[in-house]
């Protein structure tokens, strides 16, 4: 999100997921990837 603040041209959404948009709480907490993977390790 801060790259969209400062102009620059980014998905906001999350490219493991492809659902939320992309901050630190979603890829840490929220995306299913994710945690799936911390799961799996």
């Given at each position: 999100?801060?790259?969209?603040?400062?102009?620059?041209?980014?998905?906001?959404?999350?490219?493991?997921?492809?659902h939320?948009?992309?901050?630190?709480?979603?890829?840490?907490?929220?995306?299913?990837v994710?945690?799936?993977?911390?799961?799996?390790?």
């Amino acid at each position: 999100m801060r790259l969209q603040e400062r102009h620059v041209p980014c998905p906001l959404s999350c490219p493991l997921c492809n659902h939320d948009i992309e901050d630190d709480w979603h890829v840490l907490v929220d995306c299913e990837v994710s945690i799936q993977a911390r799961q799996a390790a």
